[in-house]
């Protein structure tokens, strides 16, 4: 979001002067390309290098800094817009201070008059259920996020399904944690740091059933391009939580990448290809991990990683032994 509003700072920038670049004409050479320095306040002809004009506007702020904290503190305009809050940033806050501008203590009549004006400021906040909805729904959003260690990139990419399923009264019939949920899964997804159904379920005390019910309500009203999940997007967090060696990791990545070469993980659970390639890496690089183990951390049962292993080292032609 910083970025995208550099961005369009830039090109703002860009805009006025090639605006106000149109308005010279060189008095030498009858040109009309010119330069504007804005750090010098000049504009040059960029054909003959005649300065044209040294008193031009700047166009920036008043107040100069020389570090970043005195950048900061002087800056008079708020943060930029965070879609997960349900306001998004934008509304004021009346403090609780009861001080005026100047530091002075607020007369009792004042004092009661900014109490009614704060009481008030805060109850137009979620005048509407739709705001009401957004306020439980992100509260919920930054709960999750925390239990599961989501980036803020993620929470944010949430946020915005979510917005966009509120507005298709998706949410009608729905608990809103199974909807934010959903919406955290897609995320997640989007971002290619896939999370387990189960694990987001065990923090949100819903059945699998009910979010996977909720995932594919937002996936079929909001046409949203997920892409699948990949096992090889699993390898290295089910690795880390095994304490594997990164030679085990990166031999699990090699074999899924032969398994999909000779399509095998057509029709699979990523998870299981996963826990399947982390047991035959972990016996071949000399680091073995027991099924069980490996089974807990994927969140699939031993028969599964048991088959998919099978299934590995019966196409592929890998020795074990």
Not at 88 to 98: E, K, M, Y
């Amino acid at each position: 979001m910083i970025g995208l509003a550099s961005k369009q700072l830039k090109t703002r920038k860009t805009k006025e002067q090639s605006l106000s670049a149109a308005n010279y004409v060189c008095s030498a050479c009858s040109s009309t390309e010119v330069f504007i320095d804005s750090t010098r306040g000049e504009v040059i002809c960029s054909n003959c290098g005649l300065v044209l004009s040294d008193h031009s506007i700047d166009m920036g702020p008043e107040w100069r800094a020389f570090t970043a904290d005195e950048q900061n503190a002087r800056q008079r305009v708020g943060g930029p817009v965070d879609w997960t809050k349900f306001d998004q940033g934008l509304t004021t806050i009346i403090g609780r201070q009861n001080v005026d501008a100047s530091g002075r203590k607020l007369s009792s009549t004042r004092r009661a008059q900014i109490h009614r004006l704060r009481k008030w400021q805060i109850r137009t906040k979620v005048h509407s259920s739709d705001k009401r909805n957004l306020a439980v729904a992100m509260t919920e959003l930054h709960r999750i996020s925390s239990q599961l260690s989501i980036p803020y990139s993620i929470r944010e990419t949430s946020a915005v399904i979510y917005r966009k399923a509120l507005r298709k009264r998706l949410t009608r019939g729905r608990t809103i944690l199974g909807m934010i949920a959903a919406s955290l899964y897609l995320a997640c997804r989007v971002h290619t740091v896939p999370r387990p159904l189960e694990e987001i379920c065990d923090q949100i005390h819903i059945t699998r059933k009910e979010l996977s019910l909720c995932v594919r309500l937002i996936l079929r009203y909001l046409n949203l391009k997920i892409p699948h999940s990949s096992p090889v997007d699993f390898v290295h967090r089910f690795g880390t939580e095994l304490n594997l060696p990164g030679d085990a990791k990166k031999k699990a990545i090699d074999i899924l990448h032969d398994a999909k070469r000779e399509r095998l993980t057509i029709g699979k659970d990523p998870k299981g290809m996963a826990a399947a390639a982390i047991y035959v890496a972990s016996i071949l690089t000399g680091s073995r991990r027991t099924q069980l183990e490996i089974a807990k951390t994927a969140r699939v049962t031993e028969v599964t990683v048991r088959n998919r292993y099978k299934e590995m080292v019966e196409k592929l032609n890998i020795s074990t032994t």
